[in-house]
């Protein structure tokens, strides 16, 4: 009997987790009409001329995400509340009204004439990528944390 009953509990959690790793990579098109106001604004202030290429929303288990990607090739990320989290310049700098000040000072004084292609956040740190190839980290008082070459 015991046997009959684990079999029965190992296939319902082979069937949950089954379940959730097919629920968990749920991409879906949306326009950007349909993302958060504040990533439409972001994407109107910063990246007004720019053609969008593909807008999509990452659906996973407890949260969602928004990918923008732009027909130049560059690219931004957004949390489910519109907050960017990520952008990425191919051709470009990242658009200086979305690097914070610290950090624009920053780079420009230790590394002259390079430009971020990259930058990405989260609740504890930044991380800019330069045009050197140079990566540089910060916490979120911006204070340097790592450089990698």
Not at 23 to 31: G, H, I, L
Not at 49 to 77: P, R
Not at 85 to 97: G, H, L, N, Y
């Amino acid at each position: 009997m015991k046997t009959i009953i684990r079999k029965y509990v190992a296939a319902i959690v082979c069937l949950l987790v089954a379940s959730t790793a097919v629920y968990a990579s749920n991409d879906k098109p949306v326009t950007v009409s349909q993302l958060p106001k504040v990533a439409q604004k972001v994407l109107r202030v910063n990246f007004g001329t720019s053609k969008v290429a593909l807008a999509k929303m990452e659906s996973e288990v407890f949260d969602k995400s928004y990918d923008i990607i732009f027909t130049n090739g560059d690219k931004i990320e957004f949390d489910r509340k519109g907050q960017w989290t990520e952008v990425s310049c191919k051709r470009s700098a990242v658009p200086s009204a979305l690097v914070p000040a610290a950090i624009r000072n920053y780079i420009r004084q230790t590394y002259a004439g390079q430009k971020i292609v990259e930058i990405s956040r989260d609740s504890k740190e930044y991380e800019v990528k330069l045009s050197n190839g140079f990566e540089v980290k910060f916490d979120k008082n911006f204070r340097v944390l790592d450089i990698d070459d």
